[in-house]
């Protein structure tokens, strides 16, 4: 078998960074475009970090802040003409994964001014290359920093799909674990789980061996022994977050390569559906995933649980960190949702270990029943 890896993403890793490197700003234009959400830039530093670098460069900005969780076409589309009307040369995106992924998109909005919001989708259709995109990372989860994913949602169908291609990666990603230091617990809970899905998701899939099985390892173990120290406690000190920072990042170069599998498309339902964070949603069906990986790709398995501990333990760990007593999803609902499955059976699906149907899924959905 051949393997691909393609990541081409200048990392600059370490406390700092932002301030130290400050020269790769100036190397990407004169004018820029900061995306953020409401609140996360600013509370982590990050923005603070990221303003005095750019006046030290002599970099113009202007900032749009209107980028929300599970970030949206119509507001992607909108920064898009922001950047475009203000003349920014590169987007400088600096949040969780939402305000990542939006930059990335909206890099493609501000070339392209015949798009309407949905054309993002059909990109690859033919488009003029986006702008540069410079990332700073806030949570430890998505490891947006080193993918080449954009997760959006489209406004008029309330669904969440992914954009991707070599064309939608950062060129630069300052990765400085101390923008997650001002993270509340319950977002660091949700992202950790996240990244530990990325992890364990990407591993057992057939294309992770090599590096990525090293970079899959090195994940699962850092995360595992963070998720574990999380749940005993809401106190969460800097070096367990530069853990999960570091882990979130190695986790994210395994779904560059390997992809996930089907706990991400079902999480999505929670999310779109009911609000559940990203990273809980996914580890919603964290059960039914390892019971099948156990199945279907049993050496492997017996190696994670040889990282981990065993699958009982494994089990309870991640279910007292998911609390969805709430959801209900009834029998109709369940057939609903599934439907989205029915004619395209997502790369997730085939990816996971022993394929999984949209019959399946419904009935995996019913748990909630
Ligand atoms: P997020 O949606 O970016 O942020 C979650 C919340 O945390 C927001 O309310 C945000 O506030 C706040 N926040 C962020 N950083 C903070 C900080 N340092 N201090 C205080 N508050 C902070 O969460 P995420 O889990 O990182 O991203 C989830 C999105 O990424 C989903 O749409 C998911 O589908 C996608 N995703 C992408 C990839 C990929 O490869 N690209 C992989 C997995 C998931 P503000 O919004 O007010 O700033
Ligand atoms: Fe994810």
Request: aromatic letters at 10%; charged letters at 25%; glycine letters at 8%.
């Amino acid at each position: 078998m051949i393997y691909d890896v393609y990541m081409p993403v200048r990392c600059i890793y370490g406390k700092n960074a932002v301030t130290e490197k400050s020269e790769l700003l100036a190397s990407a234009g004169k004018k820029c475009l900061i995306v953020t959400g409401k609140s996360g830039a600013k509370k982590s530093g990050a923005l603070d970090d990221a303003v005095n670098a750019l006046d030290k460069e002599k970099i113009s900005y202007e900032i749009y802040d209107g980028i929300t969780e599970n970030p949206l076409i119509s507001s992607c589309w909108e920064a898009g003409k922001k950047a475009r009307e203000s003349g920014a040369e590169f987007i400088l995106g600096i949040g969780g994964g939402s305000a990542q992924d939006a930059s990335k998109a909206i890099a493609f909005y501000a070339t392209n001014p015949e798009f309407r919001p949905v054309d993002i989708y059909g990109k690859d259709k033919g488009c003029i290359p986006p702008l540069p995109v410079i990332l700073i990372g806030t949570t430890a989860g998505t490891g947006s920093e080193v993918t080449a994913v954009s997760v959006l949602t489209n406004d008029e169908t309330g669904i969440k799909k992914s954009v991707k291609g070599p064309d939608c990666y950062a060129s630069v990603s300052y990765c400085d674990p101390k923008y997650t230091y001002s993270l509340p617990y319950g977002y660091t809970v949700s992202t950790a789980l996240d990244a530990f899905h990325h992890a364990v998701e990407g591993y057992f899939t057939t294309k992770c061996e090599g590096v990525e099985r090293i970079y899959a390892e090195k994940a699962i173990q850092m995360l595992y022994s963070a998720l574990k120290e999380l749940s005993t406690s809401e106190e969460v000190s800097e070096e367990l977050r530069d853990s999960l920072y570091y882990g979130s990042i190695y986790a994210g170069l395994v779904i560059n390569t390997c992809g996930t599998a089907f706990p991400h498309p079902m999480g999505y339902v929670l999310t779109e559906n009911f609000g559940v964070p990203h990273g809980t949603a996914c580890a919603a069906f964290f059960t039914e995933y390892i019971e099948r990986c156990v199945k279907f790709s049993p050496g492997k398995a017996a190696d994670f649980f040889r990282m981990t501990d065993c699958e009982s333990k494994v089990k309870e760990l991640i279910s007292s960190l998911v609390k969805l007593d709430d959801i209900k999803i009834s029998p109709e609902a369940a057939h609903k949702y599934s439907a989205r499955w029915e004619n395209v059976i997502p790369g997730n699906f085939t990816a996971s270990p022993g394929g999984l149907t949209r019959e399946e899924a419904e009935k995996i959905l019913l748990k909630f029943n």
